[in-house]
């Protein structure tokens, strides 16, 4: 019923940028939170951002001052915008958004992932 679709990754040089982006359809209320999680392989995954519904973000240390998410209520996408890229932001990213229904119940989609690769 509900989809996230992910797309902008890729392969990028340290120091780098890449803009992520995670689009949902179907049928639904309204949409709470959105966010971004990372998963590396042999870690857990990690909350790396999240956005409310009017705004307000959260955003984990590590990407403080370099990753910017933002949203776009009318399109029911949110965004990640990842600079100044380091090796350790290498993983899969998975953003995820907080659906409610119209019976006012809410959970969490999840898009497919989208891999980031930072190397030189």
């Known amino acids: 019923q509900v989809q996230l679709v992910e797309s902008g990754g890729g392969l990028v040089q340290p120091g780098g940028s890449l803009r992520l982006s995670c689009a949902a359809s179907?049928?639904?209320?309204?949409?709470?939170?959105m966010g971004w999680y990372r998963q590396t392989p042999g870690k857990q995954r990690e909350s790396v951002a999240s956005?409310?519904?009017?705004?307000?973000?959260n955003y984990a240390d590590s990407v403080k001052g370099r990753f910017t998410i933002s949203r776009d209520n009318a399109k029911n996408t949110v965004y990640l915008q990842m600079n100044s890229l380091k090796a350790e932001d290498t993983a899969v990213y998975y953003c995820?958004?907080?659906?409610?229904?119209?019976?006012?119940?809410?959970?969490?989609?999840w898009g497919q992932g989208t891999q980031v690769t930072v190397s030189s």
């Open positions: 956005i409310t519904s009017i705004g307000g973000t």
């Open positions: 995820y958004a907080g659906i409610v229904t119209m019976q006012s119940y809410e959970y969490s989609a």
């Open positions: 179907g049928s639904f209320f309204s949409i709470a939170a």
